[in-house]
């Protein structure tokens, strides 16, 4: 094994304690290896006040204020998009490990972690690049990130009224939806929200997005793939003047005279594959893609 010194950032999720219950592991088997730990501040305060690690016993930082070679998301999918988030422009490789239910993106399960990390020292792992996409709101100001590694999807802020979206692609008319919503996805995101309502599984190294509707009012919408080097625009009537932009799940009110512009990050995210994983076999593992109870192995 090699013997160079690595650093390691460290999230996690700080809504259920059970998904934190693997960091006192994680952070005995870095130390072994003299590795340098530093951790994201709100998950830091978490454990102390939790009283599951000690006050002072590592590094702490905000936002996306490190340094480092890896980043260890601890918790779900959810937890590695956000981790994802901090990291943005700066391509830190995120290891994810799944102490939530479905773990599509996170897929190191907690009895795997010493051998996840012993790859990340050995070079027995892979990189895989995955498109982000980022909204431009024309001013619109917006608290969030504005980033996303799934989807941005533009939904209806009440329970009764759909939304009127009319959507261009390069400046050109695309087409005007009339639906409780509309998920622009990375291939990423298309086994998220996108694949729930009916969008297409799409392959990670293809250069592709998705427009997904969201309970559409006709059988003639269904969903598109479009060329990721795509500009789409989207504007939005609604009976209530303002509608809901979620970026990765995190939604914030719109005004409805906002211009959205959707698209590719002039940067990816960079998600650690140990050497013997393949994406199709976590499909068929995690999303009992073309499961059949008569075929036997």
């Not at 980043?71 to 990291?87: C, N, P, Q, W, Y």
């Not at 490789?93 to 599509?104: D, S």
């Not at 009895?111 to 990390?117: C, F, L, T």
Request: a neutral charge.
């Amino acid at each position: 094994m090699a013997s160079r010194k690595l650093r390691f950032a460290l999230f996690g999720n700080v809504h259920q304690s059970r998904k934190s219950e693997s960091v006192n592991t994680i952070m005995a088997i870095l130390a072994a290896r003299g590795a340098e730990v530093c951790m994201e501040k709100t998950f830091y305060d978490y454990l102390v006040a939790a009283g599951k690690i000690a006050r002072g016993c590592v590094d702490v930082f905000e936002d996306g204020g490190f340094t480092a070679d890896f980043v260890i998301s601890l918790g779900g999918d959810g937890t590695l998009l956000r981790a994802a988030a901090h990291v943005g422009c700066k391509g830190t490789p995120i290891l994810g490990v799944n102490m939530g239910r479905l773990g599509f993106l996170a897929d190191i399960m907690p009895g795997e972690i010493e051998s996840a990390i012993d790859s990340l020292y050995s070079g027995g792992y892979a990189i895989e690049r995955h498109t982000a996409i980022c909204v431009d709101t024309g001013g619109q100001p917006l608290e969030g990130n504005l980033c996303a590694l799934n989807d941005i999807a533009v939904l209806k802020r009440d329970t009764a009224s759909m939304i009127t979206i009319h959507a261009h692609v390069d400046g050109e008319y695309l087409v005007t939806y009339q639906a409780d919503g509309l998920i622009v996805s990375t291939p990423t995101g298309s086994t998220a929200y996108s694949l729930s309502n009916g969008g297409p599984i799409i392959s990670p190294r293809t250069g592709t997005l998705c427009l997904t509707p969201v309970a559409p009012h006709s059988l003639n919408i269904r969903p598109i793939v479009l060329p990721d080097d795509s500009e789409i625009s989207l504007t939005v009537e609604s009976r209530s003047h303002n509608f809901l932009i979620a970026v990765d799940g995190q939604s914030e009110k719109c005004a409805e005279s906002t211009v959205l512009r959707i698209r590719k990050a002039p940067y990816a995210v960079n998600i650690v594959k140990r050497s013997s994983q393949s994406y199709f076999a976590t499909l068929r593992e995690k999303m009992m893609w073309g499961a059949d109870n008569r075929i036997k192995n």
